[in-house]
């Protein structure tokens, strides 16, 4: 019986072997694919409104579409001076999420202030902001890949005055990807001195990120006349500053022609005076 039951070990041994193999080569096989989560950052920079010293913005929540669901990026509430964020961008969450096309991220403002040189004033928030604010992105994330998409609230388009007095919360928020994306810097000046609150908008004139003409986006110069214009795709801009004098409504304009912006970089146009 001894010599019968030594017989079949022998015989049923390799096929043993054979299983174990398959086994560990499959496990090394699912590990070997590598990561299959990417990590996405949400950051939000502003760009400022006339007259304004500060707004302060609540945000509960924000979230990334993916693969057609809603991920969570952070379910926190913070709260930010959006004026804080002219030139350097704040990072609003992180998260690792699944690999995939990603088509919207949103976000949840839940209260808002601001502040002029009248006070401080509420701002009214919509229902439908409340819901979620969501802006498109048009980016896929592979795996191990750290992708940051850039937020920024134009505060001068984004918080309404109504004719009753009222601040209403109507958010215009470019959305880029920030390596695929530039920004430009400079200063307003008027008779030598610093020139702030003029209204900053860049004009998309050549290349083929937008359509020739288009208006990307506004910015507002700061009490020492700079200017930061944030979330521009790379190609050739005009950069147009236009001051309005509170008193009188008299305006004065100048352009910066043929600033070219490239991706993941800044591009400074120097002084623009006014005329």
């Known amino acids: 019986m001894q010599n019968y039951v030594s017989r079949i070990t022998m015989a049923i041994a390799p096929a043993i072997m054979l299983f174990m193999m398959a086994v560990t080569l499959a496990g090394c096989g699912g590990s070997s694919g590598g990561s299959r989560t990417g990590t996405l950052s949400i950051a939000m920079s502003d760009g400022p409104g006339p ?33 804080d964020l002219v030139k350097n961008e704040a990072i609003l969450g992180s998260a690792n999420l699944p690999t995939g096309h990603y088509t919207q991220v949103r976000f949840f403002p839940s209260a808002a202030t601001l502040t002029n040189g009248t006070g401080v004033h509420t701002v009214t928030i919509p229902s439908a902001v409340r819901t979620g604010v ?125 600033v070219v912006v490239s991706a993941n970089s800044n591009t400074d146009v120097g002084a623009i005076p006014l005329l």
């Open 51 to 83: 007259g304004v010293t500060a707004v302060n913005v609540t945000i509960d929540r924000v979230e990334a579409h993916v693969n057609s669901a809603w991920i969570p990026i952070t379910t926190a509430p913070q709260t930010f001076n959006l004026l």
């Open 134 to 258: 969501k802006v498109n992105v048009d980016y896929t994330i592979g795996p191990d890949q750290v992708t940051t998409v850039l937020l920024d609230f134009n505060v001068e388009k984004s918080i309404v005055l109504l004719g009753s007095g009222e601040f209403v919360m109507k958010p215009v928020v470019p959305a880029v990807v920030k390596v695929l994306s530039g920004t430009v810097t400079g200063s307003v000046t008027s008779g030598g001195s610093p020139r702030p609150d003029a209204i900053i908008t860049a004009t998309y004139t050549s290349g083929s990120s937008y359509a020739i003409g288009t208006e990307v986006n506004t910015s507002t110069s700061l009490a020492d006349g700079t200017f930061k214009v944030w979330a521009l795709l790379p190609g050739t801009y005009t950069i147009t500053a236009i001051y309005t004098d509170p008193v009188t409504s008299a305006t004065t304009s100048a352009t910066a022609t043929g």
